[in-house]
Nanobody, 125 residues
Framework: QVRLVESGGGLVQAGGSLRLSCVAS????????MGWSRQAPGKDREFVAA????????SYADSVKDRFTISGDNDKSTVYLQMNSLKPEDTAVYYC??????????????????WGQGTQVTVSS
């Protein structure tokens, strides 16, 4: 069992920045990848960024590329999402995700086995 706790959400004006954090606890010794997805009201959940602990590779959705940066500290089982140049369309609940085994496609939402409770990000225009 892996428990994920997100923090760092809030209200920000368009063009501003926020940094989300996610700490994993429990059976994290077999962690392969962690990432962030988001879900806006009435929309499907979108996986926006992921990080593989194996080699440190990252992957981003086109909607956030060049604005969001994912990073992590494997020793602390923590992953971060730095979000810059935020837009109103970035408003959503952001969820941290964890995969305990190899996954071929980092942005495949169905490959992740544990999820956090989510943190709200609201971007005002």
């Amino acid at each position: 069992q892996v428990r994920l706790v997100e923090s760092g959400g809030g209200l920000v004006q368009a063009g501003g920045s926020l940094r989300l954090s996610c700490v994993a606890s429990g059976r994290t010794f077999s962690s392969y990848a962690m990432g962030w997805s988001r879900q806006a009201p009435g929309k499907d959940r979108e996986f926006v960024a992921a990080l593989s602990w194996s080699g440190g590779s990252t992957s981003y959705a086109d909607s956030v590329k060049d604005r969001f940066t994912i990073s992590g500290d494997n020793d602390k089982s923590t992953v971060y999402l730095q979000m810059n140049s935020l837009k109103p369309e970035d408003t959503a609940v952001y969820y941290c995700a964890h995969s305990g085994g190899y996954i071929p496609t980092l942005l495949n939402i169905y490959e992740y086995d544990y999820w956090g409770q989510g943190t709200q990000v609201t971007v005002s225009s």
